[in-house]
């Protein structure tokens, strides 16, 4: 059943990419920052321009450094509902460094001219640095009849993990300063 079932999302999802596409959507990420191997958080918000019913969409990424960023599903989320949570609708692609999302909702969801959704994409960082990060967003109207598009890019910045070399470095001259202060006290 399950099988017949992504068939089916899938071929649907093929006849929409060949619909007309329409101006009326809009996305804007903040860049992410976080310490190397742990979890670096990028914030967007998908504005309408005007009211549309939402029948499915395509939510697709592309990091620019290949095994540099991997793609959290579990911490990310659209609309406060998880990237797992929606996989359960539609499909996810496997990689964690160009991962995508593909649903067709099973009633489509109305939002009103203006309406905004956010969006929380979480990556673990193990190469130090700044990556790009492109994406792509495709909403599909409610009779799954024409498509809206927002492109874009984004950057995750990875900062190393201080060695402890350097918190000793830091704690002896605060403990110096403390010293100086405190024999000028006295």
């Known amino acids: 059943m399950y099988k017949t079932t992504l068939v089916a999302v899938t071929a649907t999802l093929l006849a929409l990419a060949s619909l007309p596409v329409q101006a009326g959507l809009n996305a804007s990420?903040?860049?992410?920052?976080?310490?190397?191997?742990?979890?670096?958080?990028?914030?967007?918000?998908?504005?309408?321009?005007?009211?549309?019913?939402?029948?499915?969409?395509?939510?697709?990424?592309?990091?620019?450094?290949?095994?540099?960023?991997?793609?959290?599903?579990?911490?990310?989320?659209?609309?406060?509902?998880?990237?797992?949570?929606?996989?359960?609708?539609?499909?996810?692609?496997?990689?964690?460094?160009?991962?995508?999302l593909s649903v067709i909702l099973p009633q489509p969801v109305d939002f009103a001219a203006g309406a905004s959704v956010s969006v929380v994409l979480a990556f673990r960082g193990d190469v130090v640095g700044v990556h790009a990060v492109d994406y792509s967003l495709v909403a599909f109207d409610g009779g799954l009849s024409q498509q809206y598009d927002a492109n874009g890019r984004f950057n995750v910045t990875v900062s190393p993990v201080p060695e402890p070399a350097a918190y000793a470095l830091l704690l002896g001259g605060l403990a110096a300063v403390a010293a100086r202060v405190r024999r000028r006290a006295v």
Do not use: K, Y
């Open 29 to 100: 990420f903040s860049d992410g920052a976080g310490m190397q191997g742990a979890t670096a958080v990028a914030a967007g918000t998908v504005t309408f321009d005007a009211a549309l019913s939402v029948g499915g969409g395509e939510f697709n990424l592309t990091a620019q450094d290949a095994g540099a960023l991997f793609f959290l599903p579990e911490m990310s989320s659209i609309g406060g509902q998880s990237f797992s949570a929606l996989c359960s609708l539609g499909t996810c692609s496997a990689s964690s460094d160009n991962p995508g």
